[in-house]
């Protein structure tokens, strides 16, 4: 694994609040290779945030890193000092929030949001500032002129695209984004994938994208891991594991969206839903929405197993010895 | 202009038209003639037992339309004839309350949709009080439960005692769609219902509205931007851009046999792994607030095709292949003696 840029290893993540903590990360381990782009897919309140602020290391309280470590670039990232954590954070990596009106501010033009996260980093020349700028923006197929606008002016497209040019101003080589399309329209949604995989192609980054919509990331992610109730219960190359999931939970969400193509298909989607992760059911986790459950799965709870081209936290894939 | 769809099938008299219906909005502030064309010459048609769905981009106009039909706006130009009868007629506070006691509204939001101080009890009960004045409260009690357990909300006794915070945005979705419910609507006017909730959660909804359309003869004006989702329950669609409409007909073959470029830009957005492997160069166009505008076609910035005459001249819609089937493009429908 001497290409993994990033390796996350066994990372646990609690919120406690009063009562019973709820543990929204259990256990995630999985790494990324340089230029790799891996989709993390859920439905709500699986753990996905969670995790991509563990692996950013903002997390703030009432979450805790309970344990773990996130190996990036050689380094854990587990227990840096905020001013350390700061001067790595855009320029190796950064993140791209859902909501762009949160993580923009609103009082700022766009180009003075620049400026600042690149003074933060020691670029001090205004030229060079300027210069990069419109490199980026272009990057995103933003006019210039929006330089000059404040967030409210642009759309919900454009404010994502300016989200993104930001994340790339200073050339990192890993880019997490949770969520980034989910507020636009499928049209605005599309585009905006496309060109995040075109920059991906063309300047080499690895991407980590979360999204609750599988669909989204069919054509576009490498490896695909899918997320329930805070464990990591299918990981795998993409195209085999939408050709042929094989968590029963894969299945489920892949059964939850209406196609374009073919033949109409009464869908089903997933009955129920997710766990209270502060009471969660003995044995297997998706236990109660599981369509193929068997007596076994109240009793034991089970780990990744390989099967077909993927591997799956299921028993119906356990190995018999 | 007439609805050729409605005069097609003229055996299903229409529940709702529309004709030429148009609204308009002042804005720029007191001294500006600018105006805002939301929705232009808008002539639709909803029969009884139908879904029709309006899929657009955000500020196609999609909302104004669900407003108008609900009496939220009054229209600038064109009308609503409700089973016959112009809603200009209906003005009265008793009428319209009756009136949108009979086409309700289902909003998008289902967090915002409810009061979260009073349970669902209240607040099916205080919407049937307004709607329904003639029932009794035991009446009102037994319609609210009727309607939950309708959209499969059950124990439905339990539910009425709950608060709107102790049930997932699903199921919150779902007491919006038994409130429109408990009203014994003919038309429900739902606005982008699904497009804030799970994938996982949506189909669900979706499958609620097909069974009510169904086994409660209900119609549905189901607002989306996703066609896929249009094209899941809908019975006919009307693709709008920018406040008019590109191209409308039967589901299936308006899907099957796409005409206006708009569409065919829809149906290639949607995220769909078992389409085939195009990642093509993106579109970054976005529909234009179309303020005092001119004639010519609103879609031509962003179009492919777009000749000389989609500058000045605005397309007309006209008959595909299919009756009811009609588009407006010059160059993918051109109009008799049009265009050569
Ligand atoms: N601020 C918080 N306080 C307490 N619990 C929280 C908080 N944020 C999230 N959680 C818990 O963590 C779980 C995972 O949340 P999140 O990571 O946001 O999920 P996702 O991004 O997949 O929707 C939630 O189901 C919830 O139980
Ligand atoms: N009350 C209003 N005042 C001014 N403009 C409005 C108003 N309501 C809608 N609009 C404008 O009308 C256009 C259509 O909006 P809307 O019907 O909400 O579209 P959609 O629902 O398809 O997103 C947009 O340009 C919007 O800004
Ligand atoms: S372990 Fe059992 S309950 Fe869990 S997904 Fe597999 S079959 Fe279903
Ligand atoms: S009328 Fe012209 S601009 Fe409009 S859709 Fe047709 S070809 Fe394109
Ligand atoms: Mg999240
Ligand atoms: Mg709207």
Known sequence: MSDAILDVRDVVVEYTTSGEPARAVDHVSFTL?????????????????????????????????????????????????????????????????????????????????????????????????????????????????????????????????????????????????????????????????????ELQRKLGFAVIFVTHDMSLVGHFSDRLAVMYAGKIVEIGPTRPLFAAPQHPYTRGLLDSFPSVYGPKVALKGIPGSPPDLTDLPSGCRFRPRCGSVMARCAEVEPALYPSGDTRARCLLFEETV | ??????????????????????????????????????????????????????????GSGKSTIARLLAKVYEPTDGDILFRGRSLHDVKSRRDVLAYRGQVPMVLQDPFASLNPVHTIGYALDRGLALHQPTLTATEREAEAIRALEAVGLSPARQVLAKYPHEMSGGQRQRVGFAQALSYKPKLVLADEPVSMLDVSIRIGVLNLMARLCEEEGISFLYITHDIASARYVAHRIVVMYAGRVAETGPTEEVLRRPVHPYTRLLLSAVPDPKAPITITAADTGEPPRVVNPGPGCRFRQRCPLAIAICATVTPDLTEAVVPGHMAACHVTAPEAGMVA
């Open chain 2, 1 to 58: 202009m007439t609805d050729l769809t409605a005069s097609a099938i003229a055996d299903h008299a229409p529940l709702l038209q529309t004709v030429g219906l148009t609204r308009h909005f002042r804005i720029g502030g007191l001294f500006s003639n600018a105006k805002l064309h939301a929705v232009d010459d808008l002539s639709l048609t909803i029969r009884p037992r139908e879904i029709v769905a309006v899929v657009g981009e955000s």
């Open chain 1, 33 to 197: 290779d340089r230029g790799e782009f891996l989709g993390i897919v859920g439905e709500s309140g699986c753990g996905k945030s969670t995790l991509l602020f563990a692996i950013a290391q903002l997390l703030s309280p009432p979450a805790q890193l309970v344990s773990g470590e996130v190996i990036f670039k050689g380094r854990n990232m587990v227990g840096l000092r905020e001013g350390e954590l700061r001067s790595i954070r855009w320029r190796d990596y950064s993140v791209v929030m859902q909501s762009a009106m949160n993580a923009l501010n609103p009082v700022k033009t766009v180009s003075a949001q620049f400026d600042d996260t690149m003074r933060a980093h020691g670029q001090t020349n205004a030229a060079g500032i300027r210069t990069r700028s419109r490199e980026v923006m272009a990057l995103v197929g933003i006019d210039a002129i929006h330089l000059k606008s404040y967030p409210h002016q642009l759309s919900g497209g454009m404010r994502q695209r300016v989200m993104i040019a930001m994340a790339l101003l200073l050339s990192p080589d890993l880019v997490v984004m949770d969520e980034p399309t989910s507020a636009l329209d499928v049209v605005a949604q599309r585009s905006l994938m496309v060109q995040i995989k």
